[in-house]
């Protein structure tokens, strides 16, 4: 059988760029509502984090 794969990403800070107010907050929801929805479609759900990761330039 195949994989299913779902992809949230919430990056608030770009090098740049204006920094976004909800990015990371959309991506921690859709976290949530995997958890909480799609568990019981699913029989195997990993979910993996990455947070405020910062790469400066110079």
Do not use: C, H
């Not at 994989?3 to 090098?15: D, K, M, P, Q």
């Not at 976004?20 to 993996?48: C, G, P």
């Amino acid at each position: 059988m195949g994989r299913n794969w779902a992809i949230a990403i919430g990056i608030n800070y770009y090098y740049n760029l204006q920094p976004l107010k909800y990015a990371q907050r959309d991506a921690k929801a859709m976290e949530n509502w995997f958890k909480r929805s799609v568990k019981n479609f699913f029989s195997e759900i990993e979910i993996i984090k990455y947070f405020e990761i910062f790469i400066i330039s110079t």
